[in-house]
């Protein structure tokens, strides 16, 4: 088995394990975000269906400094409102949308690199 292959294996479940997390994260945190009147408009532009889930996510994983100059900005209504979110969701919540963020986040960047550097010739023997 070559090394892109064990690679490629790693980040498949890294992978799965992401759209595990996806779908617990949405269905046990953002669900109750959704239903809640103070923090259903505080979630962000949605592009397409599901993308809140990863809204609220981010606003969990990012530094407070960050989030606070989103906040501020112009484009505050593309991204969920992380100081109104951290008031109405519990430390199980915050940490979840934490871990799968940045699960997601880490498997898709190093599963595109992976596929670059296969195309680049870095993985021929």
Same mark, same amino acid.
């Given at each position: 088995?070559?090394?892109?292959? !064990? ?14 997390? =996806?779908?617990?994260?949405? !269905? ?22 599901? *993308? ?5 996510? !981010? ?6 400094? *960050?989030?606070?100059?989103?906040? /501020? ?5 593309? =991204?969920? /409102? ?11 919540? !915050? ?5 799968? =963020? *940045? ?14 550097? /296969? ?7």
């Amino acid at each position: 088995m070559s090394i892109f292959s !064990q690679l490629l294996g790693f980040v498949a479940i890294f992978m799965l394990i992401a759209c595990i997390l =996806y779908v617990v994260f949405g !269905q046990v945190t953002v669900r109750k975000l959704r239903k809640n009147p103070k923090t259903k408009d505080a979630l962000g532009l949605e592009y397409a269906s599901g *993308w809140d889930i990863i809204n609220v996510a !981010q606003a969990f994983s990012l530094p407070r400094s *960050w989030t606070k100059k989103i906040e /501020n900005s112009r484009f505050s209504f593309m =991204y969920a /409102n992380a100081t109104i979110l951290f008031e109405n969701t519990t430390k199980l919540d !915050q940490v979840l949308g934490f871990v799968f =963020y *940045w699960l997601l986040t880490i498997s898709g960047l190093s599963g595109a690199l992976l596929v670059l550097l /296969n195309y680049l010739g870095f993985f021929s023997e």
